[in-house]
């Protein structure tokens, strides 16, 4: 049996005026996601346990089974494992946006989508002035112990990584996508112990000093010439040290030997790594509605052609959910049906080996809110009819479910699953 998860990040949402009282996933025109919900077994997800974050972090490591209390270590320590940017046991590591701040207030959280190229000359050029920054600040006792020991680390976008050697986890931050339109200083990093106060004094710090810095900078004056938004704050969050974590190999011997993950995001190939699936990257994928859904397609199906296990992240829906743009959102909805989900379904439906595709969000990205909830999402698995219930007892059966959406799947007959039992459903029933 092979195993195919296709995450559409953030797609479920709540009914909208503009779509006709109708979600997005409801609105779209989606023939190919709805044959696998009506030719499969439905149901709805708990992603994020009590007392997360309903963050793409948590909730991935959620569906895949994994206890979040205990694997858990940041978001950034994540991402650090897809950079290859390694973590000793005396340093933290965190994400780090840079975003657009428009007086008092958040903006956006990815400074307008900023490309790779302006991001690198922008996360270059704080490194270069970090000299003068730890001058100006050498009575912050990290600082005074070790000077270098701050750097920042090129990512994807507004995606970005910042470590420091002697820094401490216990910081509370607030993610940017949380606060657009509200005020930023009030979400300044604060301290969680007295242990952590250094740590939270020179990040208050570092944004404060990155305002100053890149306000002024070339990019960001060519940006605002052109009519786009500036890069004219970082803002780091969610820190932590270096995860354990046991393999999805070694979590289920029997159904997993080899795995991949494909995506455009740091954060979703980290978690990969750390899982112990190869690291699939495609040309032209952005993590944006214009991405490379033909390449990401291309690559699963190669890649489940030698893997037991592929996980195909799509980040399209959950920005156009932070951009508040909900016809957006129904068109990367009806991209992922068109040029993913049907060319996969009718390539494995010809295949002899067994495969089974479920397919989920992570979380809800609402576009009333443009941030994530921790309301329950819906999935469906669906399988190929490469055996039959003679021969294959546990095989996966239509529940009477006709559409993929929040409501329809409400019915399904799985019902409300948590922890690894959607996992355990999807390698197991």
Not at 191 to 210: C, G, H, K, P, V
Not at 239 to 267: C, K, W
Not at 323 to 330: C, I, N, R, S, T
Not at 340 to 361: M, S
């Amino acid at each position: 049996m092979k195993y195919l998860i296709i995450l559409a990040d953030g797609a479920a949402d709540e009914p909208i005026d503009m779509l006709g009282g109708k979600t997005p996933l409801q609105a779209a025109n989606k023939p190919n996601i709805d044959r696998i919900a009506r030719e499969g077994v439905n149901g709805r997800l708990v992603t994020v346990p009590e007392g997360f974050h309903p963050g793409s972090e948590i909730a991935h490591l959620g569906l895949l089974g994994y206890d979040v209390a205990k694997v858990f270590e940041g978001r950034g320590s994540l991402e650090a494992a897809s950079m290859q940017v390694s973590i000793d046991d005396d340093e933290v590591a965190m994400r780090c946006n840079i975003i657009c701040l428009e007086g008092d207030n958040i903006k956006n959280h990815s400074a307008g989508n900023i490309s790779n190229e302006e991001a690198a000359v922008l996360i270059e050029h704080l490194n270069q002035r970090l000299p003068e920054f730890v001058a100006n600040h050498s009575d912050n006792p990290i600082l005074a112990n070790d000077p270098n020991a701050i750097r920042f680390f090129e990512g994807v976008s507004y995606r970005h990584l910042l470590k420091i050697r002697g820094g401490k986890k216990f910081v509370r931050c607030t993610p940017p996508h949380d606060r657009i339109g509200k005020p930023w200083r009030p979400e300044m990093p604060s301290a969680e112990n007295a242990e952590s106060e250094a740590t939270a004094q020179l990040l208050r710090d570092l944004i404060l000093w990155s305002q100053e810095v890149l306000g002024q900078h070339p990019v960001n004056k060519k940006r605002v010439a052109e009519g786009k938004d500036p890069a004219n704050s970082i803002w780091p969050w969610s820190l932590g040290y270096r995860p354990q974590m046991q393999t999805l190999h070694e979590l289920f011997p029997n159904r997993i030997q080899s795995g991949a993950v494909i995506s455009a995001v740091d954060l979703i190939f980290g978690i990969g790594v750390y899982c112990g699936l190869k690291k699939v990257e495609v040309p032209g994928a952005t993590g944006l509605w214009d991405t490379n859904y033909e390449g990401k397609r291309n690559a699963a199906l190669r890649a489940l052609r030698d893997k037991d296990f592929v996980f195909l992240h799509v980040e399209a829906t959950d920005e156009a959910g932070h951009d508040g743009d909900a016809e957006l959102k129904k068109q990367c909805v009806e991209m992922l049906d068109e040029k993913v989900v049907g060319p996969i379904l009718e390539k494995v439906a010809k295949w002899k080996e067994p495969v089974r595709v479920a397919i989920l969000p992570d979380h809800p990205t609402p576009i009333k809110y443009r941030t994530h909830t921790m309301t329950p999402v819906p999935f469906a698995i669906w399988q190929n009819h490469a055996s039959t219930l003679a021969d294959d007892p546990k095989m996966i059966v239509a529940d009477g479910v006709q559409t993929f959406d929040e409501d329809a799947c409400f019915n399904g007959a799985l019902g409300l699953l948590e922890k690894d039992q959607f996992i355990r459903t999807l390698l197991e029933k």
